[in-house]
Structure formats: structure tokens, C-alpha cells
């Protein structure tokens, strides 16, 4: 049986697309694109499965490998990323050299090979598709291919079981509850009470600034530990400690002004004491000082 | 058209893929060239049952599809474990077990 031009011609197109296919899916930067270029080939595959008669594996190539396996490989490439290994880059020295070298050469030997055999037209499955294609194949897979068949089943039961096993990650131990959480936290004596907030006693009140403790040391805990491994704290506590220090400062003096006038000056000067350890609070405090201090004068 | 030619397409296929595992050092990109070497000797099987006019070649070919499909699954499953592991796709990393 001799082939028609019209196949001629389906073959010469799709041939070189399913070649231009290959070669992209070799040399594509991008994995994504790699997979499109191999499902490109895949349907070329399947059309010339339809042409040479093979009906029922032409559709499973369609539905099997350019639907399931086509679209695991772009959901693993989604997982895993681009990464930089995606770079043409040699890193054995002479790989690519030798790497064509080995390819152009089997490639030689299997057409030289080919080139031996005398083949010159097709025996034709008319006789063999004669009652159905998929009745044929089924015929054959029930009769001589059953134990590779049953075999098959094996297989895909063994697979199946393998992804999950490598796949899955068991959760040997139930979630603590947070009732749980807080009995362990009293138990073991840490950090009862919630975490002190950031910028409480400070002078700002950014996420990146401890809080100050009354003594305006700056409180370890109140910053996130994602910062603070980063080291992008910002202290502020040594400009806090001397304002601290100018205001108290400035409340001695004040009251060493007044202390010649009266005996008012302990309640004025334990006043001016008060208010710094008040942080923010110690602004007005200070303000209102500093005109005082100055009609002192 | 000469029968021949099919087998000419599914050789250089196969060549392609074959020099795609030499070149490339992403495994997935590896794995698919693995894929396109299956599907070349698919269509040999495919041509040799039409040139021989019964079915046992598409038998073969279905089998090889069932296992393809299979070595699919557990090896994306490994890829994807490995890539957990080290961060990394490349199959110059996998040089833990190198002397």
C-alpha cells in the first residue's frame, strides 16, 4: 500500500515543526517554554499516530500526554520555580562540545542504520483495523498482552503510592490549641501577659523602635524578632535618656532657683521628676519648664 | 512518500532529546527531554505496526505510554522532594553521594 500526497504533504509540515518543537524544548531558557514547545511536539506525535491508523492512540496521546502529563510538568515548574539553574551556561568544562559530539554521533549511527533497512511501502492495517481499531487493540491486550496488563495495573498502583509517599508530609502530632499554649507559657514561667507594644515610652511610634522600660532602657521584647535579627532596629532610647537627663537638669536648676525663694521647691522639684518617666507625656512637662527656668532668671 | 521517513523522524527525535539530557543541567527540562525520547520510540512502534499490518506495535506503544505515565509521576514527585531538600533544580547539586 503506497501513501497518498496528501499525507506526503501532512508529513513534510509536521514534521518540521515537531523537529522545531524538539529543538526548542533543548534549547528554550525557560522551562515553562520548554513544555509548551514539547506539547507542540506531543500533538504533531498524536496527528501522525491518527494518520498511520492508530486512532485510539492517537486520541490517548492527546488526552494522556498533552492533558495529564504536559500539565504535571508546568504545575511542577509553577512549584519549583525559576530558578537560576534555568542558565545555558556550562559548568563542566567541554560538556557541550562532547555532549554534541555524543549526539551527532548516535544520531548518524541510528539513520546510517535506518538508511540499511529496505523498506518501501506499508502493508496497510486495513486487515487489522477491519472490526475497529479500539476492538482490535482490546482483543490483543485480553488475550496475548494480559499478564503485561495486569502487570500494568501493578505499576500504577505502585506509582501512585510512591508520589504520595514522597510527596506528603504527615502531621504526626495534633495542634496545640491555644488554651494549651497559654497553660505551658504560665507552666514553664515565660512571657505571661501579652508582649509589650513598640514605641510605648519612646519618642516615635514605628514598629522599628523598642519601647522604653520606666528607667528608659529600651525593652527587647517589644520589637518583632524578624527585625531584630535583621538589625533594623532603630534606638532611640540614648536620644530619651538625654532629654531625660537635660529635663532633670533643667528641674534642678529650677528648683536651686527657687530654693532661695521658698520651701515650695520640693513639691515643684519632685513634680518635674515625675513627668520625664511619663515619656511622651514629659513634652508639655518640659515646655512649660523652660519659661519658668527662664523667668527664674 | 517512503514508510522510511517516519522512522527518520522518530530517530532524529530521538537524538534531540537524547543530546537535550546531555546539554541541559535543570531536571525538569531533563525529564521533559526523556519525555520526547518515549514519544519517539512511540512513533516507531506506531510505523512498524502499520508496515507490518497487524496491532502488537500500538500494543507496545500503549504499554510505553502506561509507564511513561507512571515514571512521570514518581519522578516529578522525586524532583519536587529534592527541590524541598536544596532549594535548587539543578542536577549539578545532586553531588551529595560524589567521592
Redesign the interface.
Known sequence: MTTSTGEAVEFWLLATVAVLGALGTVAMRKAVHSALSLAGTMIVLAVFYLANGAYFLGVVQIVVYTGAIMMLFLFVVMVVGITAADSLRETIRGQRWLAALVGLGFGVLLIAGLGNASVHAFTGLGQANSGGNVEGLAKLIFTTYVWAFEITGALLITAAVGAMVLTHRERTERAATQRELAERRVREGAQVPPLPAPGVYARHNAVDIPGLLPDGTPAELSVNKTLRSRGQIRDVSGEALEDLKALEQRAEDHAEGKGTEGAANSGAGSGGRGAPSGGTGAEPPNNSATPANGAAR | ?????????S??????????V????????V???V??ML?AC??AF??F????????G??F???T??????????G??????F?RSRH???V??ASLMKL
Open positions: 512518500m517512503n514508510p522510511i521517513n517516519y522512522l527518520y523522524l530517530a532524529l527525535l530521538f537524538t534531540i532529546g537524547g543530546a537535550g546531555l546539554f541541559r543541567r535543570n531536571a525538569i527540562i525529564f521533559m527531554c519525555e520526547l514519544n512511540n512513533l506506531v510505523t505496526a502499520r508496515l507490518h499490518g497487524n496491532l502488537d500500538q500494543i506503544a500503549f504499554f505510554m502506561v509507564v511513561a505515565a507512571a515514571e512521570v509521576v514518581v516529578l514527585a522525586i524532583i519536587v522532594t527541590f535548587s533544580a539543578s549539578d547539586d
